[in-house]
Nanobody
């Protein structure tokens, strides 16, 4: 089974930065599309970013501020978040899918999530 473990969340002021990490196996990083999603209380799970075998894709709301990357040597996918806004506050999850999609239903495996809180 694919296991994903997020870390790096916390409290930050608007305009600040955080880097989230998603630990996975090397085989997972090779064989799966890796995405980041977020979910605020009372809201649907929202696509944030994805890294595929051919490129990266971002939600319009985070484009230019967030960067998804992976380090296969460290078996880790990252989400670098800059210029954070209060509306970025959510639980952030990493997820693995067999194909690139913005739809969370396409993702078969999920981490436990890490809380990001951005104060104004």
């Amino acid at each position: 089974q694919v296991q994903l473990v997020e870390s790096g969340g916390g409290l930050v002021q608007a305009g600040g930065s955080l880097r989230l990490s998603c630990a996975a196996s090397r085989r997972t990083l090779i064989n799966y599309v890796m995405g980041w999603f977020r979910q605020a209380p009372g809201k649907e799970r929202e696509f944030v970013a994805v890294i595929t075998w051919t490129g990266t894709y971002y939600a319009d709301s985070v484009k230019g501020r967030f960067t998804i990357s992976r380090d296969n040597a460290k078996n880790t996918v990252y989400l670098q978040m800059n210029s954070l806004k209060p509306e970025d506050t959510a639980v952030y999850h990493c997820a693995a899918a067999g194909r690139w999609s913005r739809n969370p239903d396409a993702y078969d495996y999920w981490g436990q999530g890490t809380q990001v809180t951005v104060s104004s």
